[in-house]
């Protein structure tokens, strides 16, 4: 069974930054594309970024050109860098391994496992 745990998250204020990990075990990783997603008070989970196992990546418009996403196979660990960051990035922030090695986009239902989630919080 593959477990995904998530940590970095933590309340920053406004315009600084933070670094996620999703540890990844129990299963195979290096094959398969990654994923990151979020969930705002209120609001439906969305898409924040994937990688793919050779390191393409995707970004929802919102983060474009502030988070990073990357991963270390050697780790099984992906990470989330996420810099500039405002109120509107307040949210719980989950990782998710794709169901195959070629996807690595935005639709949830592509992802079979998910981590718990870590809080980010943004203060203005």
């Known amino acids: 069974q593959v477990q995904l745990v998530e940590s970095g998250g933590g309340s920053v204020q406004a315009g600084g930054s933070l670094r996620l990990s999703c540890a990844a075990s129990?299963?195979?990783?290096?094959?398969?594309?990654m994923g990151w997603f979020r969930q705002a008070p209120g609001k439906e989970r969305e898409f924040v970024a994937a990688?793919?196992?050779?390191?393409?990546?995707y970004y929802a418009d919102s983060v474009k050109g502030r988070f990073t996403v990357s991963r270390d196979n050697a780790k099984n660990t992906v990470y989330l860098q996420m810099n500039s960051l405002d109120s509107e990035d307040t949210a719980v922030y989950y990782c998710?391994?794709?169901?195959?090695?070629?996807?690595?986009?935005?639709?949830?239902?592509?992802?079979?496992?998910w981590g718990q989630g870590t809080q980010v919080t943004v203060s203005s």
């Open positions: 129990g299963g195979t990783f290096s094959p398969y594309a």
């Open positions: 990688i793919n196992w050779s390191s393409g990546t």
């Open positions: 998710a391994r794709s169901r195959g090695v070629s996807y690595y986009g935005g639709v949830q239902s592509n992802y079979d496992y």
